[in-house]
């Protein structure tokens, strides 16, 4: 039995059925039935099945509640407006609109129903994994669902309207090829910026140095481009694809702790263990320096002006060297002046032969 002989029956029993002869006035009553059960849906899931789902565990159940309470209310609409042009025997293009919407608000619960599988998802492993990837790949997985939504309601309302496709078929796929070359390094950017957070090559808050020497810290992972805020405080937007094919120094790889260079020089004829004794006191009283490795001083050369030392130490994380590489830095100079040792500057000395 068909809903519309279900209609007819379930009408016909009423005393005033008679007043239903008239066609119209029929499908004027069918509509009125069909409304009447979509508004009764409604009352259900607010009234019933949200209330059943507030009290469950799980946020899935209401969000399916949630989600697709109005699309199945403009479905049963959609199907009593069917039902009402096939009774006036209204087979054309009404009888094919009808359908048309139908088509559109039936697959529109489908796609509700995929987002939140989705959603839900990216929730789940957002939990595991503690990254970003839900923030990017999960939009990205909407934007491809939402087109595939759409090209499959036109091939379906276009299957109604009995028009056939395949001799465009072989323009779509020129088009789809000419697109998709325009669409090129947004795509690459788009699928880089995936492979970046799948591989885990960065995250945020990481301080990574460009292939072309600009030095920063990711503050957002985004579909197309990544974030990196400099110490001037500037934005700039990497494209993913660029990130995803270049050579990237990441300071925070494989641990955040980072060692500290100071160049400095003093002047010939200075003890080197003398030298040494007093930067190793220096940065062995500083805080935050780390006792293993322990700090050291290296003589390098001998220079055209002064004995060239290198003094390094490390600290826990990337953050922290810069202010401690000016502190370093300060207490060096100071400790030198203090034990006597002189500190060189560039000097050229000119001999006058007299004839």
């Given at each position: 039995m068909t809903i519309l002989d279900m209609v007819l029956e379930t009408l016909s029993t009423f005393s005033f059925g008679a007043y239903f002869q008239n066609k119209y006035l029929f499908a004027l009553a069918v509509i009125i039935f069909f409304a009447l059960a979509a508004k009764l849906l409604l009352f259900i899931f607010n009234r019933y099945l949200q209330r059943f789902a507030a009290k469950t565990k799980t946020k899935f159940d209401d969000i399916i509640f949630d989600h697709t309470k109005r699309?199945?209310?403009?479905?049963?609409?959609?199907?009593?407006?069917?039902?009402?042009?096939?009774?006036?025997?209204?087979?054309?293009?009404?009888?094919?609109?009808?359908?048309?919407?139908?088509?559109?608000?039936?697959?529109?619960?489908?796609?509700?129903?995929?987002?939140?599988?989705?959603?839900?998802?990216?929730?789940?492993?957002?939990?595991?994994?503690?990254?970003?990837?839900?923030?990017?790949?999960?939009?990205?997985?909407?934007?491809?669902?939402?087109?595939?939504y759409v090209i499959i309601v036109l091939l379906w309302i276009l299957r109604i309207w009995d028009i056939d496709i395949t001799p465009y078929l072989a323009g779509v796929g020129i088009s789809g090829l000419i697109l998709g070359l325009a669409l090129q390094d947004s795509l690459k950017n788009v699928f880089?910026?995936?492979?970046?957070?799948?591989?885990?090559?960065?995250?945020?808050?990481?301080?990574?140095?460009?292939?072309?020497?600009?030095?920063?810290?990711?503050?957002?992972?985004?579909?197309?481009?990544?974030?990196?805020?400099?110490?001037?405080?500037?934005?700039?937007?990497?494209?993913?694809?660029?990130?995803?094919?270049?050579?990237?120094?990441?300071?925070?790889?494989?641990?955040?702790?980072?060692?500290?260079?100071?160049?400095?020089?003093?002047?010939?004829?200075?003890?080197?263990?003398?030298?040494?004794?007093?930067?190793?006191?220096?940065?062995?009283?500083?805080?935050?320096?780390?006792?293993?490795?322990?700090?050291?001083?290296?003589?390098?050369?001998?220079?055209?002006?002064?004995?060239?030392?290198r003094a390094q130490f490390w600290v826990d994380h990337w953050d922290k060297a810069f202010g401690k590489k000016v502190e370093a830095t300060e207490k060096i100079y100071n400790a030198l002046n203090k034990a006597k040792i002189g500190i060189p500057f560039p000097t050229q000395t000119v001999h006058l032969k007299k004839e």
């Open positions: 699309p199945l209310f403009y479905l049963i609409l959609a199907y009593g407006f069917k039902v009402a042009v096939v009774h006036l025997g209204l087979i054309g293009v009404t009888f094919k609109v009808v359908n048309s919407v139908m088509a559109a608000v039936f697959l529109l619960v489908i796609m509700r129903v995929v987002d939140i599988i989705i959603d839900t998802w990216g929730f789940t492993i957002a939990k595991k994994t503690k990254t970003k990837v839900d923030e990017v790949v999960l939009p990205l997985f909407h934007k491809v669902g939402r087109v595939v880089g910026g995936v492979s970046l957070l799948l591989d885990k090559t960065y995250q945020i808050g990481d301080k990574i140095k460009l292939e072309s020497g600009e030095v920063g810290v990711i503050n957002d992972i985004g579909l197309r481009s990544t974030k990196l805020v400099t110490y001037d405080n500037e934005a700039i937007f990497v494209p993913n694809g660029y990130l995803a094919n270049s050579r990237v120094l990441n300071y925070t790889r494989p641990t955040p702790s980072v060692k500290v260079t100071i160049l400095f020089g003093v002047e010939y004829g200075t003890k080197v263990e003398k030298v040494k004794d007093v930067i190793l006191t220096v940065l062995g009283k500083m805080e935050e320096v780390q006792k293993e490795p322990e700090p050291v001083v290296q003589f390098l050369e001998m220079g055209d002006f002064a004995l060239k030392f």
